[in-house]
């Protein structure tokens, strides 16, 4: 299983960004689908998480700003972000929970400056 994820850039306070991430290699439907993100110097952290016939789960500091959709079956999940702070600023690496494992995606690199 392979994880692809786009849509990063370089964006200013206020503005939104949709970071999308597709899954290869997968035959049966993904249990979970979700977002990490990790600053400089900083483990990775949760942003949002999506399993299979759940409702989304949000870390507190993506609530209200962030909603995560996804299809489980195609191996497909996108971050809409609005309202990006410079805190938001990270390396945002999708992860799809499979057949008992994790795999992650690559990152894409947010980057939120005037």
């Known amino acids: 299983v392979q994880l692809q994820a786009s849509g990063g850039g370089l964006v200013q306070p206020g503005g939104s960004l949709r970071l999308s991430c597709a899954a290869s290699?997968?035959?049966?439907?993904?249990?979970?689908l979700g977002w990490y993100r990790q600053t400089q110097g900083k483990q990775r952290e949760p942003v949002a998480s999506?399993?299979?016939?759940?409702?989304?789960n949000y870390a507190d500091s993506a609530k209200g700003r962030v909603t995560i959709s996804g299809d489980h079956a195609k191996g497909t999940v996108y971050l809409q972000m609005n309202n990006l702070k410079p805190e938001d600023t990270a390396v945002y690496y999708c992860?799809?929970?499979?057949?008992?494992?994790?795999?992650w995606g690559q990152g894409t690199l947010v980057t939120v400056s005037s």
């Open positions: 999506l399993g299979r016939g759940s409702t989304p």
């Open positions: 992860y799809a929970n499979y057949a008992g494992s994790r795999y």
């Open positions: 290699g997968i035959i049966v439907p993904i249990s979970v």
